[in-house]
């Protein structure tokens, strides 16, 4: 089973390398120079920076940026285009990252602890907004946040409207001392 998936991932790898653009422009310079094929140029670069993130000094600093530049430029993009799929796609990944942020802090003395933690969480989170039909957050979103929110959508929205209704009646009596 292992190795159907490692023959998966090295035929979509070697697929993505063989399309044009800048990345790959460059890769094939490399490999004319150094006579080595790109995609164990890039299985080269990909195992140096998992070893980076389980012994760098920054790992976590790289993670989070990873996790938040390209998925935040990714939205702005999609609020200013007139196409609303792609607004639905980075709201879903945002819910998720905020869900496993708010379960991270709980867990993060744990985990920190593990050598692994930050090429892991580099790895789910890239699986979370990578460009696939059913990436990570749309699988998490599906599977566990949205029946969830669904099951509890009545009592949250009735606390929120009372919670609403205290703030205004604190504002209103704030208001009327002054």
């Known amino acids: 089973m292992a190795t159907r998936y490692l023959q998966q991932f090295d035929s979509s790898l070697e697929n993505i390398l063989r399309e044009k653009n800048k990345v790959t422009d460059l890769l094939e310079l490399v490999e004319k120079k150094t006579n080595v ?3 164990y140029i890039v299985k ?3 195992g140096v920076f998992s070893i980076y993130m389980i012994v760098g000094h920054f790992a976590a ?3 989070n940026a990873v996790g938040f530049i390209y998925p935040a430029y990714a939205s702005i993009h999609a609020i200013e285009s007139h196409n609303t799929t ?9 819910v998720v990252f905020a869900m496993f942020s708010v379960l ?11 050598p692994i933690y930050w090429l892991a969480k580099i790895v789910f989170l890239v699986w979370c907004f990578m460009p696939l039909q059913n990436n990570g957050s749309i ?3 599906n599977k566990f946040i949205r029946p969830v929110f669904f099951q509890n959508k009545e009592f949250v929205d009735a606390q929120i409207h009372k919670l609403a209704e205290s703030a205004s ?3 209103n009596k704030t208001r009327k001392e002054e």
């Open 37 to 39: 094929k790109r995609t």
């Open 44 to 46: 080269g670069l990909i």
């Open 61 to 63: 600093l790289v993670c």
């Open 86 to 94: 792609d607004d639905t796609k980075w709201l879903t990944y945002w």
């Open 104 to 114: 991270e802090f709980f867990s993060d003395i744990i985990f920190s602890w593990f």
């Open 139 to 141: 699988l998490i979103y």
């Open 169 to 171: 009646n604190l504002t």
